[in-house]
């Protein structure tokens, strides 16, 4: 054999080489990423849960100008301080129905999300019922969190005046289902 023939060879083994991991890599890599109706499926879901949340948006938006249209109805000289316009009371028996347990008046670790420390941290800052933390702006509770050191950062307190609202005035059910749906990992 002289050595152009073998030149020759030694190109055509090349291409033939890359021809051949150019197809198998064409074929693993078709495999790997998901079947357009498969995606098409799972944008389909992402839709309707986000028509959902939009219609409960809009549900809590009218609810919200329903009962700010009430209080404008208040007249100035009434001496009723909005503020204090609705008074809720504690019912342990239906907390108790709602969450199949015992709950204390107040305890912010019913909130879901927050602990016995970071309860502690919240009452360092004067926060110690459910209506003081449904008052709190959620900028005001990551405060509070960043306060506590790196540990506590990582949670997100965006929920937590919400649901603390729900507490105060004994919206339970609707709490209980709420946590039920947002539950981060707890079992």
Same mark, same amino acid.
């Given at each position: 054999?002289?050595?152009?023939?073998?030149?020759?060879?030694?190109?055509?083994?090349?291409? =033939?080489?890359?021809?051949?991991?150019?197809?198998?890599?064409?074929?693993?890599?078709?495999?790997?990423?998901?079947?357009?109706?498969?995606?098409?499926?799972?944008?389909?879901?992402?839709?309707?849960?986000?028509?959902?949340?939009?219609?409960?948006?809009?549900?809590?938006?009218?609810?919200?100008?329903?009962?700010?249209?009430?209080?404008?109805?208040?007249?100035?000289?009434?001496n009723?301080?909005?503020?204090?316009?609705?008074?809720?009371?504690?019912?342990?028996?239906?907390?108790?129905?709602? =969450?199949?347990?015992?709950?204390?008046?107040?305890?912010?670790?019913?909130v879901?999300?927050?602990?016995?420390?970071?309860?502690?941290? =919240?009452?360092? =800052?004067?926060?110690?019922?459910?209506?003081?933390?449904?008052?709190?702006?959620?900028?005001?509770?990551?405060?509070?969190l960043?306060?506590?050191?790196?540990?506590?950062?990582?949670?997100?307190?965006?929920?937590?005046?919400?649901?603390?609202?729900?507490?105060?005035?004994g919206?339970?059910?609707?709490?209980?289902?709420?946590?039920?749906?947002?539950?981060?990992?707890?079992?």
């Amino acid at each position: 054999m002289d050595w152009e023939s073998s030149t020759i060879w030694y190109w055509i083994i090349l291409a =033939f080489t890359g021809i051949i991991a150019g197809i198998l890599g064409y074929f693993f890599g078709k495999s790997d990423t998901p079947s357009i109706p498969q995606k098409s499926a799972e944008l389909n879901e992402l839709e309707v849960q986000n028509a959902k949340l939009k219609s409960d948006l809009e549900t809590c938006q009218k609810r919200l100008g329903s009962y700010t249209t009430k209080t404008k109805d208040l007249k100035p000289d009434s001496n009723i301080n909005l503020s204090e316009s609705r008074s809720f009371s504690f019912n342990a028996p239906e907390a108790k129905a709602a =969450f199949g347990k015992n709950i204390k008046e107040n305890d912010l670790k019913l909130v879901e999300g927050i602990g016995p420390k970071i309860e502690e941290l =919240f009452h360092n =800052f004067g926060i110690k019922t459910w209506k003081a933390l449904s008052e709190t702006s959620a900028d005001k509770c990551q405060e509070v969190l960043d306060s506590g050191g790196k540990r506590y950062r990582i949670h997100d307190p965006a929920s937590w005046p919400m649901q603390a609202k729900m507490a105060y005035e004994g919206h339970w059910q609707q709490l209980f289902e709420w946590q039920e749906k947002h539950r981060a990992g707890k079992y």
